[in-house]
C-alpha cells in the first residue's frame, strides 16, 4: 500500500468514477484501475462494485475509504508539524435542506480556514437527493428534520441507507415572514391567520411526497401553495407577495437582511433537526468542525441541543 493509492482511492469516490478521477489526477484510466486492483489484492477485498452502469462502494470498500481519509489526514497532520509543509488541499461537501442556519454555520467555519486552498460544497437539495448524497459519499453529512408524521418512514430509508440519524435540537415551528407583512406585529400567528396568504414551499422533485415536504403541517388544505427550488427566490416571494413558509426559525440578519423576520406558530407540532452520516465512514476534520459550529450557533439562539445516548 502506498499514500498515493489512497489519495486514489478517494479521489475516485470524490469524482464517481474511475475515468474522471483519471483525468483529474493526470494518468491513464487503465493504470489507476490497476492501482486500485493491487490494493484490493494486496487486502483481500473489493473495494469497489463493478457493473455496466458504473462503479459503488462496497460495503468492505466503505470501510477502506473511513480507514484511507483517516491515515491521510494524520500524515498530512505530521508533515505539517515535522516538514512545515502546507497543509493538503482541503475537500469536503454537505448536503443540506433548506436552513438559514446550515448556510450560516458553513460561513463561520469557512471564513476561519488558514489553508491557501480548499474545496468545499454545500448542496441545498431535495429531502431525498440528501439521503442519496450520503448513500453514496457525496456527502459527508447530511442536514435535516423529523417529526411524528415522517419519522418512520424515513427511519426506515436512513437503515436502508445504511445511515444513522444524530439528533442536534428540537425546534418549535415559526413562520418566516416579511417584516411589512400584515402579521409582522403578532406575537404569535395561528393556521386560520394564515388561510388567506400564499404559503410558499420547496418543490421535492420526482420523490414529491408530504413524508419528503421541508414544511411541517404538508397535508393541511391550501388554498394558495407556491412551490419554488431555492432560498433565494423564497425570501424575494415572501416579501413581494405576502407569503409565509414554516420553518424553525433559526435567522442570522447579517446574512439574511432585516427584510424577513420569524414569528412563533402556534401548534403542538415540533421539528426534530439533526444530521445523518455513514457510521462506517470517518468524519473528516472539517466535517467534524462543521459539526461544531452548528452546535455554537444554534446554542447561542437559546435552544438546547439534544444528547445522544
Known sequence: MTLQQLRY????????SISEAAKQLYITQPSLSNAVKELELEYGVSIFNRTSKGITLSSDGSEFLSY??????QTDLMEQHYLNKKPLKRI?????????FAVNAFVNLVSRQENDEY???????????????????????????????NENVLSKLFKESGLIFHPLFVASPHVFISSSHPLSSKEFVTMSDLEEFPFLAFE????????????I????????????????????????????TICSGI??????GDNIIAIPLHTKEYMRIGWIANPRVHLSIF???????????????????????
Open 92 to 100: 469536503c461537501s454537505i448536503s443540506t435542506q433548506h436552513y438559514a
Open 68 to 73: 484511507a481519509r483517516q491515515i491521510l489526514e
Open 287 to 309: 466535517a467534524e468542525n462543521y459539526l461544531e459550529e452548528l452546535k455554537n450557533l444554534i446554542s447561542s439562539d437559546g435552544l438546547l441541543l439534544c444528547s445522544e445516548e
Open 251 to 256: 435567522l442570522n440578519s447579517n446574512l439574511n
Open 204 to 215: 421535492q422533485g420526482e420523490k414529491n411526497s408530504f413524508y419528503f415536504s421541508e414544511e
Open 9 to 16: 482511492i478517494i479521489t475516485i469516490v470524490n469524482c464517481g
Open 217 to 244: 403541517l404538508s397535508t393541511v388544505p391550501r388554498k394558495k401553495i407556491i412551490y419554488v427550488s431555492d432560498r433565494a427566490t423564497l425570501f424575494n416571494l415572501l416579501i413581494g407577495l405576502n407569503g409565509y
Open 119 to 149: 474545496e468545499f460544497t454545500l448542496r441545498e437539495a431535495r429531502t431525498h437527493e440528501i439521503i442519496e448524497d450520503v448513500k453514496n459519499f457525496r456527502s459527508e453529512l447530511g442536514i435535516l428534520y423529523m417529526n411524528d408524521f
